[in-house]
């Protein structure tokens, strides 16, 4: 199952070529034109970038691979291969199953009550070993039961989840919805029940602080609110580190506990000075979606892009783009849109914007476009630009050096 290809992330690049978008977006254009369009790339030097300076962040501390922010598997086995990089954070377990045939630790990222896939991994002692699977409640025990006993099964790996979401003075409740387990009196609470129950072993806590990772403290032309956003990082920040400590503390009165991840590529820095975390999980910095361009203490390179052709000329002014409508999830606004970056001065068109089968663009740089030309656009986030092709052209040196298979282009559509 393990891919061949020239893929090597262990030599961190000299130059930074994305720093001179009049050479580097042509480039790609140049490397790329004997493929049909749309054309996904990955620029080899700018993944390299991405991959250490992710390292560098997180000082030290091992990052376990969030697999839904590349779903390119020869990308995730390449970056595995590098001292610093250890284990993955599956979204699927479906997902889980597949990626542990090759992989040996998989963390289940969310639960899973997919009757199909807890029988196939309850019915083998190999992907039982290999794979965790996340609960934040008896519920998501007594579902695997109801799938299959525990005397007709391996033991079930399983990670408790903590919430991480803040209840902040007068702001109330700040964070993601995730698990209902939020003080360290819970959390121990139920690694006691986990302890208690047949056929499972409580061997991981995870809080994933997704309001700091995934927090722009920098928006664009929002001053005041990059400064509320900030005020509320770094206050999370403190609140989170000491409660997680004490969960972790709690939990281990009662359970061995092998790891604790916590993090994303937003919050490296925070989360690696959190001593009772011993993996971050972190994946969106690889591929560097443009929702990073917007934050104040890095800047990953865009490694990943896309290119759309000009399929027409409704006016002298407008050049209509192929398809286009590749939209971030998150709350719905214009961040959420795919960002237009070369040619430079292209925006959308405000009744249009980025559709299903064309998105037209304006502004000057649209006059000189030609039927069958390309435009350059990175999405917001950066796995899910994986879902919309099969395969990312490798660049490196000016040309193709290798076409990688996505999730989608091996046949997988997990969720």
Known sequence: MTTTSPLDLSVRPDAAPWLHPAAYWPGLTDATRGLDTPVAALHLDALRHNTHDMLDRAAGTPIRIASKSLRARGVLEAALALPGYRGVLAYTLAEALWLAESIDDVVVGYPSVDVSMIRRLARSAELAGRVTLMVDSLDHLDAIDAAIPPVSRERI?????????????????LGVWRSPVHTPDEARALAVAIGA?????????????????????QPAGHPLRGRVNRWVRNNFIVELAGRRAAAVAAVRQVADLEFVNGGGTGSLESTSADTSVTDIAAGSGFFGGHLFDNYSGFRPAPAAAFALFVARKPS????????????ASGPPGADRLPRLVWPEGLGMVAREMAGEVQSP???????????????????????????????FALVHDGEVVDMLPTYRGEGKAFL
């Open 157 to 173: 790996r399983v990670c408790l989840e903590l919430d991480a979401a803040w209840h902040a003075p007068v702001l109330g409740r």
């Open 197 to 217: 129950r047949p056929g499972f072993d409580l061997v991981g806590l995870m809080s994933y602080e997704a309001q700091i990772a995934g927090l722009v403290d």
């Open 316 to 327: 002298a002014g407008i050049a209509t783009l192929s398809g286009g409508g590749w939209i």
């Open 361 to 391: 663009v304006t502004g000057a740089a649209a006059r000189d476009l030609r039927v069958g030309e390309r435009v350059w656009l990175r999405h917001t986030k950066s796995g899910e630009l994986s879902e919309h092709v099969n395969e």
